[in-house]
C-alpha cells in the first residue's frame, strides 16, 4: 500500500492500524505543545490532518499544515495540505506565521510502512520498566518518545525520568520539556533555577537559525530573558536587565521570536535593558511582532497610533488585539482598549469597531 492509499485509508479508531499504516504522535516543539486531538474515527488520514489542532503557549489553536510518510526513513514531507481558507479564525495570519517559520511548529504524523516498521514503534517494554525506570543503554530518541507518550497519559513521573535520561543523552527536546515543567510546576515541584539550568543547556548549544530544533533556542532565549529580568529570588540568578535584553536580542533577531520582538519593544519604548528609549526603535519591534499575531505588539503599537492621532486604526488595532488577546493578557490590554475608547468621539468609535471587524476576519496586524 503506498501513502497515497494509506492516506485515504479510513481509521477505525485513533491509533488504530489501517492494513500495514499505523499513525504516531511524536514529540513536539515549544509550538506545537500541549496536543489536543479529537477522535479521528472514521476520517481518513488526509481529513484528520484538518482536524487535528494544538494549544501554543498564547493559547492560540492552530491547524497542522504537513506530515511525514516514511518506510524506514522519511520519503515525502507535504506541505499545506490544509488550504488557507479553511482557518476560519481571527488568528489566521498568526497560524500561518508560525506554521512557516517553525521547523517544528507543525504537528507530524508519520505513517509507517510495512510490519517490521510498525513493530519498531513498540518500544515502551524495551526502554522503561516500571520498577527500575530507563534501561541502561536505551535508544536516547526512543526514551523521548517514551517520556512524551507518558507524560500525555499523565505518567509524569515516568515521563520526568524520561526525559532526563534523554537530555542527558543530547536529546534537546527533553532538556526543554524538563525546563518547561519544572518552571510550572508540571508533575513536578515547581523550581525556576532548575529551569533556568535546563534552558542555559539549551541555549549553550551549537543551533543554527533555521535548524529543526531552533524553536527549543528561541523558546530558551526568551525564558531566560525573564528570568534575568527579575531575577530569581533565593538563587544566583540576579536581576540584570542588561543580559535580559541580550538574550530578547538573540530571539528576536536571529531567530523572529514575536515574543522576544514584544519585550525589545518593550524596552526601547521604557529605555530599558541598556538601551536608548526611542519611540521609532519600539515601533520597529511591535511591527515585527504585530505582524506575527502577538496581540500584546498589536495593542501596544495601536496605542502608539492613537497618542500619534491616528485614531481611528490605533483604536481599532487596540480593540482587534482585545479579541485576539489571552486571558493573561486581556486585563491590561482591556484597560488600554477602554481609556483610548472613552477619549475617542463617537464617530471614531463607530469606525473603528467596523474596522475592527475587518482586520479580525481578514487577519493580520491591521496596521496597513
Not at 535546563?198 to 530558551?220: C, K, M, N, R, T
Not at 544566583?236 to 538574550?247: F, G, L
Request: hydrophobic content about 40%; some cysteine.
Amino acid at each position: 500500500m503506498d501513502a497515497t492509499a494509506i492516506s485515504k485509508a479510513r481509521l477505525p479508531s485513533r491509533y488504530a492500524s489501517v492494513a500495514s499504516a499505523r499513525v504516531v504522535h511524536w514529540p513536539l516543539s515549544p509550538v506545537a505543545e500541549s496536543l489536543a486531538c479529537p477522535s479521528g474515527a472514521g476520517r481518513t488520514l488526509a481529513e484528520n490532518i484538518g482536524h487535528l489542532v494544538w494549544n501554543v503557549h498564547d493559547g492560540v489553536v492552530r491547524s497542522a499544515n504537513r506530515f511525514l510518510t516514511q518506510a524506514g526513513g522519511v520519503v515525502s514531507l507535504k506541505r499545506n495540505l490544509i488550504p488557507e481558507v479553511g482557518l476560519r479564525s481571527a488568528n489566521t495570519a498568526r497560524c500561518l506565521e508560525f506554521l512557516r517559520s517553525s521547523a517544528l511548529s507543525a504537528l507530524v504524523i508519520v505513517v509507517i510502512l510495512g510490519g517490521a516498521a510498525g513493530q519498531a514503534l513498540a518500544f515502551d517494554d524495551k526502554v522503561f520498566d516500571d520498577k527500575t525506570g530507563v534501561k541502561p543503554q536505551s535508544n536516547p530518541w526512543a526514551v523521548f518518545q517514551f517520556g512524551f507518550s507518558a507524560y500525555k497519559n499523565g505518567h509524569k513521573d515516568q515521563a520526568v525520568e524520561a526525559y532526563k535520561y534523554a537530555a542527558e543523552n543530547g536529546q534537546i527536546g527533553a532538556t526543554w520539556k524538563l525546563a518547561r515543567m519544572y518552571a510550572e510546576g508540571d508533575g513536578v515541584t515547581r523550581d525556576d533555577y532548575a529551569a533556568y539550568k535546563f534552558f542555559s543547556e539549551i541555549v549553550d548549544q551549537d543551533v543554527e537559525p533555521g535548524s529543526p530544533e531552533e524553536s527549543y533556542v528561541s523558546d530558551a532565549l526568551v525564558a531566560l530573558g525573564d528570568y534575568l529580568r527579575k531575577g530569581i529570588p533565593g538563587s544566583p540568578v540576579a536581576e540584570d536587565e542588561v543580559a535580559a535584553q541580550e538574550y530578547y536580542m538573540r530571539a528576536a533577531a536571529n531567530y523572529r521570536n514575536p515574543n522576544a520582538q514584544f519585550e525589545m519593544g518593550q524596552m526601547f519604548l521604557k529605555g530599558e535593558g541598556g538601551v536608548k528609549a526611542s519611540v521609532k526603535q519600539a515601533g520597529r519591534w511591535f511591527q515585527l511582532a504585530a505582524e506575527k499575531g502577538h496581540a500584546g505588539a498589536q495593542a501596544t503599537l495601536g496605542n502608539l497610533l492613537f497618542q500619534s492621532g491616528k485614531i481611528v486604526r490605533g483604536l481599532a488595532m487596540m480593540t482587534a488585539a482585545l479579541e485576539r488577546a489571552s486571558p493573561a493578557d486581556r486585563p491590561w490590554i482591556r484597560g488600554m482598549q477602554e481609556e483610548a475608547f472613552a477619549a475617542a468621539g463617537e464617530a471614531d468609535r463607530r469606525t473603528a469597531i467596523s474596522l475592527a471587524d475587518d482586520i479580525l476576519t481578514k487577519g493580520g496586524s491591521g496596521d496597513q
